[in-house]
């Protein structure tokens, strides 16, 4: 059974800095997509950053590009998300999610839908 357990969201500044983890068990690195989503009080949940180790992709939305790192552990089954200059409008519940890939798999299509999730962290940026 996929299980995903996030951790290290809290209250921060504006332009500071914080790393979520997200402890993962139940299934192997190279063979799923792996990846970070939130969801913003009334709105809908989106994809922020994924990685699937088989081809050594990554996605990162075009709000965090530049400020957000996505990268994963296999020997400890942790993935990470480091964000820096964090802006209010980040401010989410951050999920933890994973799909099975293929042979067509590649990290830009987490954004189409993720099979397990996590229970997710919140994130609070204030101005």
């Known amino acids: 059974e996929v299980q995903l357990v996030e951790s290290g969201g809290g209250l921060v500044q504006a332009g500071r800095s914080l790393t979520l983890a997200c402890a993962t068990s139940?299934?192997?690195?190279?063979?799923?997509?792996i990846g970070w989503f939130r969801q913003a009080p009334g709105k809908e949940r989106e994809g922020v950053s994924c990685i699937y180790r088989k081809d050594s992709s990554t996605y990162y939305a075009d709000p965090v590009k530049g400020r957000f790192t996505i990268w994963s552990d296999n020997a400890k089954n942790m993935m990470y998300l480091h964000m820096n200059s964090l802006k209010p409008e980040d401010t989410a519940v951050y999920y933890c999610?994973?799909?099975?890939?293929?042979?067509?798999?590649?990290?830009?299509?987490?954004?189409?839908?993720?099979?397990?999730w996590g229970k997710g962290t919140q994130v609070t940026v204030s101005p």
């Open positions: 139940g299934f192997t690195f190279d063979d799923y997509g």
């Open positions: 999610a994973a799909i099975r890939g293929s042979s067509y798999y590649t990290a830009s299509k987490c954004i189409y839908g993720m099979d397990s």
